[in-house]
C-alpha cells in the first residue's frame, strides 16, 4: 500500500492518494486546483476508482466534481454528513468559497469497509468536527480528517460541531489496540502511540 500526500487548495488540505500494488487507488479528500493530482496519478499510471470523503468541509470537497468528472471515480462519505455536504451554508462554502453541494453515490456508516483493489478501508465515526465526520482505516493506517491532528485536534465552532463529542470520538481513536500511522487533514503525519502520549485533547 502507497500513501501519496498532496497538499491542496488555498488552507493547506491533504488530499492522499492511497494505491495498491496494481495501481488501483482511492483519493482521500480533495481541494483547490487538481492539477498536482493528475500529474501525480498519470506520472504513476494510476487507475483512481473511489473518492472517500472524510467529512463535508468546503477545503476537503472543492475538487471533488472535477476529480469525479476526469476518472468516473465513485464517491463515498458518511450518511450523517450527507445534510453537510449538500448544504453551502452548514458546509462553509458559502462564505469561504463558491457554494458547494455533493452529491455521494454511496454512504457509509461505522463499521462498512470499502475495498479499493487489494486494500480494505475501514469507516469510523468519530463525530465531533462535524457530525458526519469519520476515519477511514487501512492496515495500520488511519485517515483522520479534521478529528486528530499533530498534538492538536479540529475546530468544534461550526455548524454540527461539538467539543465533548470529538472528545470522545478521540478516546475511540485512543483505545485502538496497537499503533497506527496517522494521516490527518492537516498538517503533518504523525502516529497514534505519539498522540496518546503528547495530545492534551487525548
Ligand atoms: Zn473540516
Redesign the pocket.
Known sequence: MNVKTLEMGYIGTNCYVVSDDSGICAVIDCDGNPQPLYEYIAQNQLKPTYILLT?G?F??IGAVEAVKEKYGCTVYAAQKEAALLSDPFLNASAMASTPLRIAPDVFVKDGDVITVGSISFSVLETPG??QGSICFLADKNIFSG?TLFLGSC?RTDLPTGDYQTILASLQKLKNLAGDYVVYP?HGPATTLEYERKINPFM
Do not use: A, E, V, Y
Open positions: 467529512h468541509h477545503d476537503h468536527h462535524t479534521d479540529g487533514g
